[in-house]
């Protein structure tokens, strides 16, 4: 059974950082697809950053040079390092796995204060 497991979220004010954290278990972690989306308020929900098992990274225009993606195979963990966050940066944010099936974490609040 694949299971997401997301923290990291809060409450942060404008500028400030947070990571996120997810932890996988239950598939061969080092082959699948990872990424971290979100979904704010009223909107549908968007693709954040995306990796690939051979470490290629792809991020939505309005969080280029600000967030960063990463996964640790030993962990079985994909991060999310979020920097001079913002308020439109609010959002339920969930991790992904795709390993020809997709995944999702129950996802985790962050909340960015102006």
């Known amino acids: 059974q694949v299971q997401l497991v997301e923290s990291g979220g809060g409450l942060v004010q404008a500028g400030g950082s947070l990571r996120l954290s997810c932890a996988v278990s239950g598939t061969t972690f080092r082959l699948a697809n990872l990424g971290w989306y979100r979904q704010a308020p009223g909107k549908q929900r968007e693709m954040v950053a995306t990796?690939?098992?051979?470490?290629?990274?792809n991020y939505a225009d309005s969080v280029k040079g600000r967030f960063t993606i990463s996964r640790v195979s030993a962990l079985n963990t994909v991060y999310l390092q979020m920097n001079s966050l913002k308020p439109e940066d609010t959002a339920v944010y969930y991790c992904?796995?795709?390993?020809?099936?997709?995944?999702w974490g129950q996802g985790t609040q962050v909340t960015v204060s102006s």
């Open positions: 992904n796995l795709d390993d020809a099936r997709d995944y």
């Open positions: 990796i690939t098992p051979t470490f290629f990274t």
